[in-house]
Nanobody, 128 residues
Framework: QVQLVESGGGLVQAGDSLRLSCAASGRTMSSYAMGWFRQGPGKEREFVAVIDWTGKSTYYADSVKGRFTISRDNAKNTVSLQMNSLKPEDTAVYYC?????????????????????WGQGTQVTVSS
C-alpha cells in the first residue's frame, strides 16, 4: 500500500513563494510519474504539474507555467512543487498523486483518473 503525505502549505500574500513536498512510503515511487493537482472552493480538481520517473521531463498547466516548478528526489522518495509569484487564484487544496509506472507521455497525465494513489492534500491560501 502506498501512502503519500503532502506538507508545506500555508497562508501567504500575493507574490510570495511556497514549496510543497510530498513524501511517499510503503513502496518506492522511483518508477512512477508523479503529479500535483489542486482543488479550489467549489471547483473540480485540476491538473497543475507532472514529472516523469526520471525527473528529466515535466509538464505544466498553462496557468502555472513559468511560476511553478516540479522536481523529485528518488533517493528520498519525495516530489516537490516550488510555487513562485503566487496569486489569489492559486488558493486551493494541493494534492500529490502517483501515476502509472514507467509512463512517459506526460501530456496524457492531466486527468485525475490516470493516477493510482493520492495524498490527503495541503491547503494553500493566497491573500491579495
Amino acid at each position: 500500500q502506498v501512502q503519500l503525505v503532502e506538507s508545506g502549505g500555508g497562508l501567504v500574500q500575493a507574490g510570495d513563494s511556497l514549496r510543497l513536498s510530498c513524501a511517499a512510503s510503503g513502496r518506492t515511487m522511483s518508477s512512477y510519474a508523479m503529479g500535483w493537482f489542486r482543488q479550489g472552493p467549489g471547483k473540480e480538481r485540476e491538473f497543475v504539474a507532472v514529472i516523469d520517473w526520471t525527473g528529466k521531463s515535466t509538464y505544466y498547466a498553462d496557468s502555472v507555467k513559468g511560476r511553478f516548478t516540479i522536481s523529485r528526489d528518488n533517493a528520498k522518495n519525495t516530489v516537490s512543487l516550488q510555487m513562485n509569484s503566487l496569486k489569489p487564484e492559486d488558493t486551493a487544496v494541493y494534492y500529490c498523486a502517483a501515476g502509472p509506472p514507467g509512463f512517459t507521455l506526460l501530456a496524457v497525465l492531466t486527468t485525475p483518473s490516470r493516477y493510482n494513489y493520492w495524498g490527503q492534500g495541503t491547503q494553500v491560501t493566497v491573500s491579495s
